[in-house]
């Protein structure tokens, strides 16, 4: 099993433009997440799904949407990039019900010029 | 509102020098508590969940425990290969799905 793995691993932008993260996972997984993580903050909740055609909103979801399709896959959309949005981007999953153990991807790191 | 703390931000210690590392919470209805290892570069890797007070798990060179007010991460005679950034996070009856993260605390650890 490859897990959870996010694409791309490092993407630069222009402020202004929009990009789409991509996250899948094979552990057949009910819920997944979109964190953020920025140098002396943690990580911080953006937006998360509890099945597949579900989302919700976590901590910081301005500037931010999020589609989920398909079970396996979490997608991240930024519409229009601003420098705030510098960042590394984590995914992740985890099974309903009982343990809340999540389960990270890889990573994206992201940079707004 | 829940609050998670570590301490220290920062840790360096020399081969085979063991030490803790800290998580206190101040939470409303603590279902989990979890540590994490994360590497530069890297995404999170699980660790430990403890769920009630008096619990402690091991692996290796760490042991996690749990009271009603703060997790340790106890590292027995730690190698240069556990330097890493450590995480605690809480799941809690506030947090519904999510967890509550902490800022971390990074290891260093020399020969």
């Known amino acids: 099993n490859a897990g959870v793995t996010q694409t791309p691993k490092f993407r630069v932008l222009k402020t202004g433009q929009s990009m789409t993260l991509l996250c899948a996972q094979d552990?057949?997984?009910?819920?997944m997440y979109w964190y953020r993580q920025d140098p002396g903050m943690g990580l911080r909740l953006i937006h998360y799904s509890v099945g597949e055609g579900t989302t919700a909103k976590g901590e910081v979801p301005d500037g931010y949407n999020v589609s989920r399709l398909k079970k396996q896959n979490f997608l991240l959309g930024l519409e229009s990039a601003a420098p705030s949005q510098t960042s590394v981007y984590f995914c992740a999953s985890r099974i309903a019900g009982g343990k809340d153990t999540q389960y990270f991807g890889p990573g994206t790191r992201l940079t707004v010029l | 509102e829940d609050q998670v703390t570590q301490s220290p931000e920062a840790l360096r210690l020399q081969e085979g020098e063991s030490s803790s590392l800290n998580c206190s919470y101040t939470?409303?209805?603590?279902?989990?508590l979890f540590w994490y290892r994360q590497d530069p570069g890297k995404g999170p890797e699980f660790l430990f969940t403890?769920?009630?007070a008096g619990e402690e798990k091991e692996k290796e060179r760490l042991k996690a425990t749990l009271t009603k007010k703060e997790s340790f991460l106890h590292i027995t005679a730690p190698k240069p290969e556990d330097s890493a950034t450590y995480l605690c996070a809480v799941a809690t009856s506030n947090s519904g799905y999510a967890l509550n993260f902490g800022k971390g605390t990074s290891l260093l650890v020399t020969p």
């Open positions: 552990m057949n997984h009910e819920y």
């Open positions: 403890l769920y009630s």
């Open positions: 939470v409303s209805g603590l279902r989990g």
